[in-house]
């Protein structure tokens, strides 16, 4: 794979990076160009070209292909231009394919929630099955950094990755589908056809579905044929299977689900039932996933990867038995918080702090719907921790799971996860119980 022309790079982040070291290996003589839409274009030997200046460039053809970033939405105006053009876009992902795709096995995962635990319990239960497998996408490596290295390769997408994604894979699963990423989309049509794109298509490669899916319409029309589904865990696997959930370190219902359909995709590629158990047994929660943390007599528990109300739903059922602390709210993304509201209740929620901006309808709907909770409306996140303090005997675990994104007031969920527990450790206690 050369490129006769120019490369932009829309978006310098990690996958940015990774694009630049490639093309800087295999041409190293190659111009690159790079734009951003907000920040630092601070990508090493590339070119900046404004977005303002970018619509000229295009039409006078200054380069030959844009290479773009997975939180570039594919909807901006700008690719109209480039289609006009006759200028090829493509991503990090769709170059991995073009490079590396032919004679490896692919398993590909995406759905709402759920896909990072997934992907990453099929990296474990195949590697502990001693087979030669590597994890890319969202989580482990971008796609391009692991290039050829294992025969096997796990990919975690978004619907941001699967909406172009031009080759198949070998193995494909969606765990479960629900409303999210409008603002990137354009529609919620848009988000259900991107998303689904990665088995709605050609090639009869054969598909899992997690428990949230299977009852899905639109993933059943997406599946096109029953009998692409993988079998389900037969009652000697799921005897295997079931009780080392239970004694490992993933809680909840949902991530119950999501070891389950890890077993099934594993089995499918071949991995070992012993080395299901043992990859299950490693597993270790993801960073800002349900991640745990505790400060004088309060638990706290880092949920900040949270982005879907349903999401938030999951997180709270993983607690039943507890008096809740909720902080919730986030970046608008016209998801519905009706639902959530009404099983407030029934999760043990005694107090909900609402974040902007988001934090203002679930708020209005919490009061309708639960009048009985406390709830506290904070500008930001270190004004709802400190309400939270001055309350602190109306709970015993204090839950951040947002149901929307970070954007507003973070540059991402890590940092909100990060400043959460900083804030935790400031007001509740210096040394960890």
């Keep these: 794979m050369r490129f006769d022309e120019p490369v932009l790079l829309y978006g310098a982040g990690r996958e940015a990076l990774s694009t630049r070291a490639f093309l800087k290996a295999r041409q190293p003589d190659l111009k690159v160009y790079v734009t951003v839409d907000s920040g630092t274009a601070d990508i090493p030997d590339t070119t900046p070209i404004t977005p303002d200046d970018l619509p000229n460039a295009l039409r006078n053809h200054l380069v030959g292909h844009i290479v773009k970033s997975p939180g570039v939405s594919l909807y901006k105006p700008i690719f109209s231009i480039a289609r006009d053009a006759g200028i090829a876009v493509t991503s990090n992902l769709n170059l991995w394919g073009g490079a590396y795709r032919n004679g490896r096995t692919v398993i590909a995962i995406t759905g709402t929630k759920g896909k990072s635990t997934t992907a990453t319990l099929v990296h474990l239960m195949l590697t502990r099955s001693r087979i030669d497998a590597g994890l890319a996408g969202n989580v482990g490596l971008a796609p391009l950094d692991i290039a050829d290295r294992h025969a096997v390769v796990i990919f975690e997408l978004s619907s941001y990755q699967t909406a172009d994604m ?64 993988l079998r389900p ?36 590629a071949g991995g070992t039932l012993d080395g299901i158990v043992q990859g299950i047994r490693a597993f270790s929660p993801l960073p800002h996933r349900l991640e745990e943390h505790s400060y004088g007599e309060t638990l706290f528990v880092d949920d900040s990867i949270s982005t879907t109300p349903e999401a938030t739903k999951a997180a709270l059922a993983a607690y039943a038995g507890r008096r809740l602390a909720l902080i919730a709210g986030g970046h608008e993304r016209e998801q519905d918080y009706a639902d959530l509201a009404s099983r407030l209740i029934g999760y043990g929620v005694t107090t909900i702090a609402c974040l902007p901006v988001t934090g203002t ?73």
Excluded at 237 to 253: F, H, M, N, Q, T
Aim: glycine letters at 6%.
């Design 361 to 433: 309808r679930l708020a209005s709907a919490t009061r309708t719907a639960a009048p009985h909770i406390g709830i506290i409306e904070a500008p930001d996140l270190a004004s709802a921790m400190q309400a939270l303090f001055d309350r602190r005997d109306d709970y015993d675990t204090v839950i951040l799971s947002p149901g929307a994104p970070s954007y507003n007031q973070f540059k991402n969920f890590e940092e909100r996860g990060d400043r959460f527990i900083a804030l935790a450790r400031e007001l509740f206690g210096k040394t960890p119980s």
């Design 233 to 268: 865990l037969s009652p000697d696997e799921l005897a295997a299977v079931d009780p080392a959930i239970d004694r490992s370190r993933l809680k909840g219902a949902h991530n119950r689900d999501n070891a389950r359909l890890a077993a099934q995709i594993a089995l499918a």
């Design 166 to 229: 031009a080759f198949l894979p070998d193995i494909a699963a969606v765990t479960n589908l629900y409303p999210e990423h409008v603002d990137w989309h354009g529609s919620l049509e848009h988000y259900y056809r991107d998303k689904l794109h990665l088995i709605d298509r050609d090639g009869g490669f054969p598909v899992a579905l997690g428990a949230a899916a299977q009852g899905n319409t639109r993933v059943a029309m997406a599946v096109r044929d029953h009998r692409r589904l």
